[in-house]
């Protein structure tokens, strides 16, 4: 044996030292391991109850009301709860046209501001606009509101001429504003997850900038960009405060889905405008909660088209992987 060979012997006590510290370790980190996902398990499943109890608290309080009211008249376009009038559908119909008019607003301009922050601008430039929108999405919703009413409000009823400039447009334009912050900010973080080899392989092919993002990019990210906009519809459909300040609380059916420059009123506004003030146990009581009842089963089936969008476009991703 030569010198610049170990000895068997040592070999053998090194790879002994290593044994003995690897199992001196191994019971502290299995035990931390097991922590941890003893408590990711919980977390988990403390989730999926509260949904659970939630759901199970309105049907519980909501029920009611399909027995002590008529179904036509839970459907019928009259809210007017101290005449026996609980029409669901001027409701249902203010929350649907103020939530899809502020997507139709946020989502275009928040994929796009997205692209031109992780894209365009250099890197100094984001790194001041990047905090700047995640400051826009932590201003209130009640302080949005006072604005809109100061300021939105009379300068839309001027511009427009229009008799008062509480309506659902005036809603739409503020919701949007809320959520745009929330696209932004998700879609960047999306867009930034995309590998650089796939820009560099788009201009290699001799694509320029913009083709790069239209077909390359923006195509890698169509799960994380269909997340940020489940988020931010469900963001405008469950504001409150801000619908209830400036889109006049008319419970009135529109004429039209573009009939978005008279007030209306959604089911959160009037949720939070009657609550407090109805007798608990009341007919009247149980039919705001058949509202909420509503409002969750729309969100709910919201955020279930999205997941299996996005459940079958990763798995048609994996497919082609394969």
Known sequence: ?????????????????ATSSRGARAPSGSLAERLIGRAIQVTGISTVVMVVLIFAFLIREGLPAFVRVPLSSLLSARWYPIE?????????AGSL?????????ALPLGVATAIFIAEIIPDWARDILKPVVEVLAGIPSVVIGFIGMLVIVPAFRV???IPTGLT????????????????????????????KTYREAGLALGMSRWQTIAKIVVPAGKSGIL???????????????????????????????FDIFQPARTMTATIAAEMGEVAQGSTHYHVLFAVGLTLFVITFAINMAAAMVVFRRTKRAERMLS
């Open 159 to 161: 511009a427009l001429d």
């Open 1 to 17: 044996m030569t010198e610049d060979q170990p000895s068997s012997s040592g070999i053998g006590a090194a790879q002994g030292v």
């Open 227 to 257: 997340t940020a906009l489940m988020l931010g519809v469900g963001r405008a459909i469950g504001e409150t405060m801000t619908v209830m300040m400036v889109t006049g609380n008319a419970p009135r059916l529109p004429s039209s889905p």
């Open 84 to 92: 026996g009038y609980f029409g669901l559908l001027p409701l249902i």
């Open 168 to 195: 659902a447009f005036t809603g739409i334009v503020l919701l949007a504003w809320m959520a745009l912050p929330t696209v932004v900010s998700v879609v960047e973080d999306v867009l930034d997850t995309v590998p």
């Open 97 to 105: 046209i103020v939530t899809v008019g502020a997507a139709l607003i």
